[in-house]
């Protein structure tokens, strides 16, 4: 459960960290490393090539590894040598960044049966608290101004309980207290988590009593993917991965049973994939299976989780199926293709739970609306809550429940849908865990280019909603954890969807309420005709009073991965640039989401190429309107979206001034086809099977690495990567040194490589100081 407590993230092998000291002027431009070449020939398919850096992706061969550590303490001091001169440029941005972060660290509460859940950080502690206390105290609790040791003396009751505490789990497993999964049982007596072992590179299962403290004797398990709790809270199911981190075997485990833990399911087939989940009300474990064949979904009795797995479901490929149970119907929320055709969308399917035929009759639920595209749904037990994208616009809302039988699929709107009114430009609608199915409230966070994330709970039963979280970087800082608020407007107002208009949008007097930040930072959304007249949809930010036209400096975001939403939430490392005359973009490339499946599959495997073309479209347009100065493009992508930036590189290398590129995938033949970390069957479906000869020429013609141009002048580019990451070091080491080799040097142009932690990911101060870092080096890659 509280998918928020999630404490600093570990790293397996190098803890190096660029640190930047105050260095003599270097009397001339440092020049780059020069790693040794070690050519290596490959041949597939008719093809021969050669790579003269494949030693360094031999984690296994300890001389080379040698060789790694010494090449990458000389790209170290090269970074540090080239960075001189930006100390205080950086350190004024890491000020600036971490002035804007919300100290409150402390998670909204959850309700959760009697219960709110919630997490908080003690003064001087580094990680988190995950606590609870009962729903009816909640007055008692807050009367007080601190109630650290969870005793309230006003009242004379102990209202708080810790439930973990992360600096002991800290202690357990080598100083980092990193959690990936955790679910409290349905009778709250206990919380199954797993928490990462950093010597064993796996996640270890645990199971703590909540009414004492103390850790079950059993189940602990290693390797686990998934949990899912039974019989009320008496059985734990738990998928485990096999040596290639694949889960495929699910165990049942009967808490404070002496016996072994039971085996319920393997799956024997190494291109199939295992999960589970258990419906929101506890009534039953979906067991899905996958693989790029089929995808099937069985159903365990939840009150005998003994009693085997019943097939509800199956279809040919690879599809997102979600299934629910409300009332004594089965839900089915998914894009697999109907009477042998592909679908665009999502749609929602039912069956009632006792349907004897053979196989199962599953009716669809809504009439196709070609306006209204379902992104999400949820269930409550009065309510079904949709997720509903309008063209470019987002829009949330409930239907009640039951919904009508007996007369087929109906028209949305016959149903009289209640809309929660939403400020401009929601760039993502995030569901919170919902955990309570008999909750009349569910929790959103809504996300928008000009507006920090606001969390709402929105009440279903009678369409108020309020913001509950929401950082005010304009003024004071909202506070939620005790109740009090120094954004009163903000904490304690609600509004009726009498005051939605047509635009689903709320009135001017309205905006305010959503810390809304336009009137400071403009929004605008383009359509940008690709190389083949598709529309790319590109959408740039900018302060208004910086603005000048053909003057500004520009930052071009892209991801265009598994139909992955491309990342547009206001993010305060940005104001540095934003304040700075800098437009920042961000273009939504095919392969990425917010266009259906279509637009995911004309970005992937052989159609890969349409994401490069979009993003180089995109830059384009900037420059040609005059939005972005002609010789101060930059561009930005993370891991996939790496590889789109380093293609476009390829492909246009005068277009851009400088680029950032976070664990990007720059070596897709080598990563394809001898995987170091293994590779899941949906990342071959994306990138291509070097097998099939179309996907290994497709992969050819766009992987970064094996496109480097000769004799011509690159953009300054930083790269900061890591060993602990699907796309590791190996692979941005072995681009920079063919980039230097093959291309122009010129030292006003630095390739540089910044080698990081994993732990940036979750903790404040660390990603303050890589934000700082890559600003200040677009900053001086602008200037020179």
Known sequence: MLHQVKPLRPHLRHLRLAHFKALKPPESPPKPPNPPQKPETFTLHDHTWQDPYSWMSKLNDKVAMRHMDMYMEQEDKYTEAVMYGTDRLQSKLQSEMASRLSFDLSTPPLKFGPWLYYRRVEEGKQFPVLCRRLASLHDEFISHKSPSAGFDFTSGKRIEQKLIDYNQEAQRFGGYAYEELSEVSPDHRFIAYTMYDKDKDLFRLSVRNLNSGALCSKPQAERVSNLAWAKDGQALLYVVTDQNKRPYRMYCSMIG??????????????????????????????????????????????????SGLNLVWQCEGIAHCVLEHHQGYLFLFTDAAKGGQSVDNHYLLRSPVDSSSSPRIWEDVFVSDPDWVFEDVDFSH??????????????????????????????????????????????????????????????FTISSPVMPDAVVDYDLSNGNWKIIQQQNILHERTKVLYGTASSASISEKTLNTDNLNSANEVSSDDQQLWNDLSEFYACEQHNVSSYDGVLVPLTVVYSCKNKKEDQNPGLLHVHGAYGELLDKRWRSELKSLLDRGWMVAYADVRGGGGGGKKWHHDGRCTKKINSIKDFIACANFLVDKEIVHGKKLAASGYSAGGLVVASAINQCPHLFTAAVLKVPFLDATSTLLYPIIPLTAVDYEEFGYPGDINDFHAIRDYSPYDNIQKDVLYPAVLISSSFNTRFGVWEAAKW????????????????????????????????????????????????S
């Open 257 to 306: 049973s002496t016996d072994e833990d039971v085996l319920v399911f393997e799956e024997s087939d190494n291109n199939v994939f295992v999960n589970i989940r258990h419906t929101k009300d506890f009534r039953f474990v979906t067991v899905n299976t996958f693989s790029t064949a089929s995808s099937k979904v069985f159903l365990i009795n939840a009150a005998d989780p003994l």
């Open 382 to 443: 009065t309510h079904l809550v949709l997720n509903i994208r309008e063209g470019r616009n987002f829009r949330l809302c409930s239907v009640a429940l039951p919904l009508p039988a007996g007369k087929g699929p109906v028209h949305l709107k016959e149903l009289h849908p209640q809309f929660l009114p939403l400020p401009k430009y929601v760039s993502q609608i995030s569901p919170g865990p919902n955990y309570d199915y008999h909750s009349s409230k569910m929790r």
């Open 736 to 783: 920079v040194a063919r980039v230097r080799e093959l291309t122009v040097y010129d030292p006003k142009r630095p390739i540089l490589l910044n080698l990081t932690t994993d732990i940036v990911e979750e903790n404040r101060y660390l990603q303050c100081k890589e934000s700082a870092l890559e600003t200040a080096f677009l900053i001086k890659a602008m200037e």
